[in-house]
């Protein structure tokens, strides 16, 4: 049975899944904050002892300066997870929801031909998963059910929820509340965006179950403080096209990167006096686990990362993994696995490929499946295993007249798409032929043309 538990006290309006850079702006803004505090000196300590928790009481100034010289915990296997999640926070209804849920990974590079990657992977709330101790139940309500009764566990129990989801070990969590980014907005004098088209949301939530008067933007470049921004990027009802959900993730983008670029222009991290005000503005809306010799080691690691070294994956109904649905007892908006309710099978492959979904949009290949074997089974069976939601795959008749009986895969782009390439082998364990395909295909020049025999 699903509970539609949101936060002990509060049932949320449905939210649609996100898309976008907007996964990757949140979650550097994050690391930024995270990582920003190592140098400002003494007020560091105060700083970490309000945001840092640990088991075992406050920070102590000692323990600021320990473990410089260790690695991170996923270092030796070359993968470090951080899960980032955004709240609303106090004044907000339902306070402990989380409104975003980003798994961060760090790839380290495995030589020194390689470069280190950022995977953004991001979980809707309103994904049915099985939380423990409470049953089937939107993720994000995690967060809440563990801070229910003073337990302070909000972190921890939205963590193993995610853990157990993707069926991996998370060491690393950091929360960030919508009051931090206002300030951090405000903080840095705004954020200059150019907005696309004017538009009207007549069904802005005042936090209190009621609306705030419409709230207009109009089309053309202005500079948002953080309440403002903060409508902009949350905003759902908009109209003149603006209450898509692709649209939102635009704005997210917008709005973040606009912040970015400004955190980076105004060198907050050297800019002492900047830095004190923000670390005295957010102390009391970010929380993590990270000790700052951690957090300092991810900010090294990351300050450099490039655009196109950021890999973000959205799970949603786009992927063709989740099904929505509505909730019989509730009538709440939901997500859950097409295959079963407790099915993570597709979501977890999802997942570990999102470093090769992040080939596919870059090199963006064509794959035609032929069964020359006979067997609908096979052909099945091979769909299943090179099945990506960004990787577009059609399956042609068969129409040559060699009898193949060795699966084989035909690269007709010459070595040009590689990592594609790579994956059909490692899921498939077939040979490569060089191209071109000799017969007939029904997609225009396919960059891979699969030969299915009965051998697969």
């Given at each position: 049975m699903l509970d539609s538990v949101q936060s002990p006290q509060h049932n949320p309006e449905p939210i649609l899944p996100k898309r976008g850079k907007f996964r990757f702006w949140f979650a550097l803004i994050m690391l930024i904050l995270l990582g920003g505090g190592i140098f400002v000196g003494s007020r560091l300590v105060i700083f970490a002892q309000k945001i840092i928790e640990t088991k075992n009481g406050p920070l102590s100034f000692g323990q600021l300066f320990l473990g410089s010289d260790k690695k991170l915990t996923g270092e030796d296997q070359k993968e470090v997870h951080i899960l980032l999640m955004g709240i609303g926070g106090e004044g907000h209804d339902g306070p402990n929801l989380t409104d975003t849920m980003i798994l961060a990974t760090l790839k380290l590079p495995q030589n020194s031909q390689e470069k280190l990657q950022v995977g953004l992977f991001s979980i809707p709330r309103d994904l049915v998963v099985n939380i423990p101790g409470h049953d089937f139940v939107k993720i994000n309500s995690a967060f809440a059910y563990g801070q229910q009764d003073n337990q302070n566990q909000g972190a921890a129990l939205a963590t193993q929820a995610v853990e157990n989801l993707l069926?991996?070990?998370?060491?690393?969590?950091?929360?960030?509340?919508?009051?931090?980014?206002?300030?951090?907005?405000?903080?840095?004098?705004?954020?200059?965006?150019?907005?696309?088209?004017?538009?009207?949301?007549?069904?802005?939530?005042?936090?209190?179950?009621?609306?705030?008067?419409?709230?207009?933007?109009?089309?053309?470049?202005?500079?948002?403080?953080?309440?403002?921004?903060?409508?902009?990027?949350?905003?759902?009802?908009?109209?003149?096209?603006?209450?898509?959900?692709?649209?939102?993730?635009?704005?997210?983008?917008?709005?973040?990167?606009?912040?970015?670029?400004?955190?980076?222009n105004l060198r907050v991290l050297i800019n002492l006096n900047l830095m004190d005000q923000i670390l005295n503005d957010i102390g009391d809306h970010v929380r993590t686990n990270l000790q700052p010799y951690e957090m300092k080691r991810i900010y090294d690691l990351t300050k450099n990362v490039n655009d196109a070294d950021i890999a973000t994956n959205s799970l949603d109904v786009e992927s063709g993994i989740l099904c929505n649905q509505i909730d019989q007892n509730t009538g709440a908006y939901i997500l859950v696995p097409c295959t079963g309710l407790s099915d993570y099978s597709g979501i977890r492959n999802l997942f570990d490929s999102q470093f090769v979904a992040h080939s596919f949009l870059r090199e963006n290949p064509t794959v035609e499946i032929q069964n020359a074997g006979g067997d609908g089974q096979i052909l099945k069976?091979?769909?299943?295993?090179?099945?990506?939601?960004?990787?577009?795959?059609?399956v042609g008749f068969y129409r040559g007249k060699v009898a193949y009986t060795q699966s084989i895969i035909y690269d007709n782009t010459g070595g040009q798409k590689l990592e594609t390439l790579q994956y059909l082998k490692d899921r498939l364990g077939i040979g490569v032929a060089s191209g071109p395909f000799p017969f007939a295909t029904s997609t225009q020049n396919p960059d891979f043309v699969i030969i299915l025999a009965k051998n697969l």
């Open positions: 069926d991996i070990k998370i060491p690393y969590y950091g929360v960030l509340d919508f009051q931090g980014f206002k300030k951090v907005v405000d903080d840095v004098g705004g954020v200059t965006v150019n907005v696309d088209r004017t538009f009207t949301d007549r069904e802005y939530p005042d936090e209190k179950n009621g609306y705030l008067p419409p709230v207009t933007f109009e089309a053309g470049t202005q500079t948002m403080d953080g309440g403002r921004a903060l409508e902009y990027v949350r905003s759902r009802h908009g109209d003149n096209g603006e209450g898509t959900d692709f649209a939102r993730s635009r704005r997210q983008e917008k709005i973040l990167k606009a912040l970015k670029d400004k955190i980076v069976s091979a769909q299943a295993k090179i099945f990506h939601p960004d990787l577009k795959t059609t």
